[in-house]
């Protein structure tokens, strides 16, 4: 089953951090560009943060600007994101997924596979 595998969510208090993981299962997407999203309660799916193919070029938010970084290990499969200095405004469950398309997409509905979601709850 082609899948991708969110993990490293979790409780943290403001100011503290966390990695969270994307692991490709069943294939590889290598070529595809690679986004991180979130939603918290009552709100809609939000751009966070994505990556190019190749890893050289990336886009995020303004709201994580300067806070969060993305990244991907080609060899492992796996795409991270780095969060820092957490907020509480940061609270939500985290999405990673893939596109297959040219630059970088803001727009969840560019994107074609998903993971199931990781928590991260800041607490302040």
């Known amino acids: 089953q082609v899948q991708l595998v969110e993990s490293g969510g979790g409780l943290v208090p403001a100011g503290g951090s966390l990695r969270l993981s994307c692991a490709d299962v069943?294939?590889?997407?290598?070529?595809?560009?690679r986004g991180w999203f979130r939603q918290a309660p009552g709100k809609e799916r939000e751009f966070v943060a994505a990556?190019?193919?190749?890893?050289?070029?990336?886009d995020y938010a303004d709201s994580v600007k300067g806070r969060f970084t993305i990244s991907r290990d080609h060899a492992k499969n796996t795409v991270y994101l780095q969060m820092n200095s957490l907020k509480a405004a940061d609270t939500a469950v985290y999405y990673c997924?893939?596109?297959?398309?040219?630059?970088?997409?803001?727009?969840?509905?560019?994107?074609?596979?998903w993971g199931q979601g990781t928590q991260v709850t800041v607490s302040s």
């Open positions: 069943g294939r590889t997407f290598s070529s595809y560009v």
């Open positions: 997924a893939a596109a297959a398309r040219v630059g970088l997409p803001l727009d969840q509905y560019e994107y074609d596979y």
């Open positions: 990556i190019s193919w190749s890893g050289g070029s990336t």
